[in-house]
Nanobody, 117 residues
Framework: VQLVQSGAELRNPGASVKISCKASGYFFITYFIHWVRQAPGQGLEWMGRIDPEDGITNYAQKFQGRVTFTADTSTSTAYVELSSLRSEDTAVYYC???????????WGKGTLVTVSS
């Protein structure tokens, strides 16, 4: 099983960023994909999840209206897009999978997003 994320991004405040997470080694639609971020010196922050089978999403309230999760089953790739970026969005963004009530067992290596003018 692998979750391979796209590379680091640098954005200006107010811009948007879209990160990918390509899954392999398992049946993509069987597992939820979660997005979690970690700002410098901070703990992990759950952003939400998507069910790749039907595209249903659950967003953490903090990010609602500013984040969009999508999943392309033809390429087994999940995406997160975050808009109206601000400096506080500077963080490493991770994708992770889980099924049912089990924990997230596989994680991507993370994508550093830096928001700076």
């Amino acid at each position: 099983v692998q979750l391979v994320q796209s590379g680091a991004e640098l954005r200006n405040p107010g811009a948007s960023v879209k990160i990918s997470c390509k899954a392999s080694g398992y049946f993509f639609i069987t597992y939820f994909i979660h997005w979690v971020r970690q700002a410098p010196g901070q703990g992990l922050e759950w952003m939400g999840r998507i069910d790749p089978e039907d595209g249903i999403t659950n967003y953490a309230q903090k990010f609602q209206g500013r984040v969009t999760f999508t999943a392309d089953t033809s390429t087994s790739t999940a995406y997160v897009e975050l808009s109206s970026l601000r400096s506080e969005d500077t963080a490493v963004y991770y994708c992770a999978r889980n099924i049912n009530n089990y924990g997230m067992d596989y994680w991507g290596k993370g994508t550093l997003v830096t928001v700076s003018s």
